[in-house]
């Protein structure tokens, strides 16, 4: 399956509470200095902060950080957290005086879930997270399920738990394609027959039933994915990159980019690898092709792999049962 952190200098860290009340946290993703990035939102219903200044149009072309969180609207809060984290660390736009950290965030829906209401992400938790990544080794594992961002992800208009989920492609050379995910989704995951996952198919094709049916009463969702290579790409191209990973997403999950949902996709190059910059214009276009068929494959297995990682939990607002548990 992989990680995001198979590209050399990208770091994942996390801020969540669970327990009295909470049921939410933060993920932050971590690129190496120089990182350059773009960002295609396709849900009916998203949550995001400094997404305009990743349009390849835009003036900085940089990518500090990278926020997913719950809390909703309210959540986008810790993305200064985030920000203040990376300001510590000279992290930034150049200006004068100091510099200005570019820190692209989004959020899912999960008010409420732990049971209380006012229970979500602030700007504590952001630079709590921002220092968990910044503590890491390059290259080291990344907890997956109900951790960070993905504490509060439920999935099926709210029947089974969701969380957060990761992979990486490799491709020919040294490119890598990672993914992280974070499955708050009205839909419901399309595992490969073969799977473990799937061995209940009359739970999943109920699941099914019930997520084409009208979305209950505060059943908000959104599934955010984070797509990371070291191919030198411009700011354009990983715009391009971003909006062919939708596809992924959209393969994994049935329905997707409801009305409900706030689907939204992050595309960032490290520039660590230049293998392909040479190649005849025929030859960079397939490969650009290539590799974006590697980001849709990448998003696809860590939305998998997010809900397959994703424990069952009780809280005062509910049972949510895991969407592999049979007989759920």
Not at 29 to 56: I, K, N, W
Not at 147 to 157: E, R, T
């Amino acid at each position: 399956m992989g990680r995001i952190t198979e590209v050399p200098g990208v770091r994942v860290g996390h801020a969540e509470r669970i327990g009295e009340g909470w049921l939410s946290g933060v993920t932050v993703v971590l690129p190496p200095p120089g990182t350059v990035g773009s960002v295609d939102v396709r849900g009916g219903g998203p949550g995001t902060h400094e997404t305009d200044a990743l349009d390849p149009s835009t003036l900085v072309p940089t990518v500090d950080a990278v926020v997913l969180t719950g809390g909703s609207a309210y959540g986008l809060a810790s993305a200064g957290g985030a920000q203040l984290w990376c300001e510590e660390q000279g992290l930034g736009f150049p200006v004068q005086g100091g510099v200005v950290p570019i820190v692209p965030a989004a959020a899912i829906f999960d008010l409420g879930r732990g049971g209380d209401f006012r229970a979500r992400p602030d700007l504590e938790m952001g630079y709590q997270a921002a220092r968990d990544a910044g503590s890491r080794e390059p290259g080291h594992d990344v907890e997956r399920g109900a951790i960070g961002a993905g504490a509060g992800a439920l999935i099926a208009q709210g029947a089974y738990k969701g969380g957060l989920g990761t992979s990486a492609v490799h491709l020919d050379g040294d490119v890598v394609v990672g993914a992280l995910a974070i499955v708050n989704a009205l839909g419901v995951p399309q595992f490969p027959a073969e799977t473990g996952a799937a061995a209940s198919r009359e739970k999943s094709g109920s699941a099914q039933k019930d997520a084409h049916a009208a979305p209950a009463a505060g059943s908000l969702n959104t599934t955010l994915a984070v797509v990371v290579t070291n191919a030198a790409l411009e700011v354009a191209q990983c715009r391009r990159t971003a909006t062919a990973a939708h596809a992924g997403l959209a393969r994994a999950l049935n329905p997707s980019h409801t009305l409900a949902d706030g689907d939204t996709v992050f595309a960032l190059s490290t520039g660590g690898s230049a293998a392909w910059t040479g190649l005849d214009p025929a030859a960079r276009t397939a490969f650009l092709i290539g590799l974006q068929s590697a980001a849709a494959e990448a998003v696809r297995l860590a939305i998998l792999d997010g809900v397959a990682q994703a424990s069952g939990v009780t809280t005062p607002a509910g049972t949510f049962p895991a969407f592999g548990d049979g007989g759920a």
